[in-house]
């Protein structure tokens, strides 16, 4: 390749692995939003199997 | 895109500058790019203090942070065109170069204010009135060429119309319009994700 095939395969090269880069964040992050969707889930269904007992004296 | 990247490679001829010409179709477009996203921040920015739109300051910085990534976009692939061309990867007498840089950073030091207040309307106001103090160097950068008295950088376009052939110029435009099309879905997927993180936040605090 010659020295100025060089430079443009490295300037296009420098944009995709910034884009890449942002898009792996974003997949990181929508994996972390998933996960704690998915938490929230099972506390708002463990609130609802479960409601709040009230105290109750005991002896 | 990859329609811009076949233009460029199987259409597009070449010119004086060789093959280091076809870096021209995306680092422009990259800028300008850059320089949508920094101006649409100062938009929304604007929005914010003036109708005090709900959710504008967030649209505002994922709009300034759109734009600095293009602005490094810029400012490295704009280094690697140089150092073939002009021989060294920086020219600080140029001063398009120069106002770029000073864009680029003042809209860094953007993140530093806004992170440095804890978050509520006074951060919101801060940041909204820094992003509108950085829109006014957006014509002074664009216009720089037009001011200086050297002219190292080449200039694509000037009172005259396009300093290039038609299929040069139709290439350029199909891939600032994929540059465009790609900040405008990378706006939309970011500023989706944000907002879904507040929602949750919001519904962790509220079964909590």
């Known amino acids: 390749m010659s020295t100025e095939g060089k430079y443009v395969a490295a300037a296009y090269l420098v944009v995709f692995v910034v884009l890449l880069a942002y898009v792996l964040i974003i997949a990181l992050k929508l994996q972390r939003l998933a996960q704690e969707v998915a938490e929230l889930v099972e506390l708002a269904q463990k609130k609802q199997r479960d409601p709040e007992r009230k105290a109750v004296a005991v002896g | 895109m990859a329609a811009a990247i076949a233009l460029i490679f199987f259409y597009a001829p070449l010119d004086e500058d060789g093959l280091n010409q076809k870096i021209f179709y995306f680092h422009v477009p990259i800028a300008f790019t850059a320089y949508a996203c920094f101006g649409w921040g100062g938009w929304k920015a604007l929005r914010h203090l003036w109708k005090r739109d709900e959710g504008a300051d967030l649209e505002s910085y994922v709009a300034i942070h759109l734009g600095v990534i293009f602005g490094a976009l810029t400012l490295v692939t704009g280094s690697i065109w140089a150092r073939f061309r002009w021989g060294h990867w920086w020219e600080w007498k140029e001063d398009q170069l120069v106002l770029f840089l000073v864009l680029f950073l003042f809209y860094c030091a953007y993140f530093m204010l806004r992170y440095s207040l804890p978050p509520g309307p006074q951060r919101?106001?801060?940041?909204?009135?820094?992003?509108?103090?950085?829109?006014?160097?957006?014509?002074?950068?664009?216009?720089?060429?037009?001011?200086?008295?050297?002219?190292?950088?080449?200039?694509?376009?000037?009172?005259h119309g396009t300093n290039m052939a038609a299929s040069q110029f139709f290439t350029f435009c199909v891939a600032l319009a994929a540059m465009l099309t790609l900040a405008a879905t990378m706006y939309s997927i970011e500023l989706a994700g944000k907002r879904l993180d507040a929602r949750l936040r919001e519904l962790r605090e509220a079964l909590q």
Do not use: D
């Open chain 2, 124 to 159: 919101a106001n801060m940041s909204a009135v820094y992003a509108l103090f950085g829109v006014a160097l957006i014509p002074v950068s664009v216009l720089a060429i037009r001011l200086s008295q050297r002219f190292i950088h080449p200039v694509a376009f000037n009172e």
